[in-house]
């Protein structure tokens, strides 16, 4: 999909140039844009680094585990084919904790673990799992408290306050996972409701 | 709405400060602990810049073109019925397909409206409230070997989705236009 995007950008945007007699524009546009994407790599390394830098010390002296200690009784309850003694708890608390941190390096590991625990427990194995759909939900709307990388490009860009989206992006995610919690629970109860009838 | 802007303010200031001291009370050597995490998010700008650069530079194409123009001319009228404005249209598109790509995206959107524009404030939070759905499923469902995801990419998307308007929300009450 996102190599069809990126072909048409590309074919209609040489072939529409050309048609309107601006080839030209073509070859300029490149190297503009080439050094636009130079400049912003180079402004937002910065930042990047830093906040890395900052969350790393953040993972190692157990603020994570701090994170994924308040957020059991709460994410747990979402997960109630998940016991909760299991190692799928563990890693599912620890990879939304990261996310929740911005730490996306160590999330995915410990969500690729998760997975493989929540297969463990899996009747069917080729078959995706209510828990696991959960699971993927409140990680693709995982509540950030600070979206780094966007920091970091609204500076390279000159923003006067780089920062200021960051409570609003707070409140939006919280929104998004709410929406997500919801939605999982009908498409759950859709399911089982569709299971019952089935066995009747 | 004083609270919340000075909570915005802080935030950062608050975190740098206590990060590194709760570090050093639970015995981290701190300054070590920050540059392995650095030198990681080195290499992380270093896996994003390719994706980058090859959005950049096939918007840019796009653009000069005029076919963007009328793209978002053609939009215009449904989308201002939803207050979306036509500008974060590109975003949405890429977002659920590649995070980098939709970094570049956001990255052209600061460049021409301006980061402090209402626009550009809105494209910020949209980065941050979505995800790379497709992506994410890809990866996470193609681990352990599982070929039906039943309901999960439509969740996922619709997710995503309200993250979107979330963000349209979160913007007009936070940066009243």
């Known amino acids: 999909m996102i190599n069809f995007i990126w072909l048409f950008l590309i074919v209609s945007g040489v072939m529409a140039a050309g048609a309107t007699g601006q080839v030209d524009r073509i070859t300029t546009s490149l190297t503009d844009q080439a050094a636009v994407a130079t400049n912003l790599i180079m402004g937002m390394a910065g930042i990047m680094v830093f906040w890395m830098g900052m969350m790393n010390i953040a993972a190692k002296s157990g603020l994570m585990q701090v994170f994924a200690r308040l957020l059991r009784p709460m994410v747990m309850r979402l997960f109630p084919d998940v016991p909760p003694d299991h190692p799928a708890a563990g890693s599912i608390l620890l990879n939304i904790s990261a996310n929740f941190l911005g730490l996306g390096n160590a999330a995915t590991p410990l969500g690729l673990n998760a997975m493989q625990e929540l297969q463990k427990l899996n009747p069917d194995k080729d078959t995706a799992s209510p828990a696991m759909c959960t699971f993927l939900a409140l990680n693709t709307s995982s509540v950030t408290l600070i979206p780094a990388t966007v920091v970091a490009l609204r500076a390279a860009a000159g923003s006067t306050s780089p920062a200021d989206i960051v409570a609003p992006t707070f409140v939006a995610t919280v929104v998004a996972a709410a929406t997500a919690v919801v939605l999982d629970r009908y498409f759950r109860r859709k399911l089982s409701g569709k299971g019952r009838g089935g066995r009747r | ?177």
């Open chain 2, 1 to 177: 709405m004083g609270l919340v802007e000075n909570l915005s303010r802080w935030i950062i200031p608050l975190l740098v400060l206590v990060i590194p001291a709760y570090g050093y009370l639970k015995g981290v050597k701190v300054y070590e602990a920050f540059i392995e995490g650095a030198e990681e998010g080195l290499r992380m700008v270093v896996r994003i810049a390719p994706y980058m650069l090859a959005i950049l530079v096939a918007l840019g194409l796009f653009k000069v073109s005029g076919a963007m123009d009328l793209l978002v001319a053609g939009l215009r009228p449904v989308l201002s019925l939803m207050g979306i404005p036509p500008e974060v249209v590109p975003l949405l598109v890429t977002r659920p397909l590649s995070g980098g790509a939709a970094l570049g995206v956001l990255a052209e959107i600061l460049r021409l409206q301006g980061p402090d524009s209402f626009v550009g404030r809105l494209a910020s939070i949209m980065q941050g409230s979505t995800d790379t759905t497709f992506y994410v499923l890809a990866v996470y469902f193609g681990s352990v070997g599982i070929r039906k995801t039943r309901y999960a990419l439509t969740l996922g998307l619709m997710a995503d989705l309200a993250g979107f308007l979330a963000a349209i929300w979160a913007a007009s009450l936070f940066f009243p236009r």
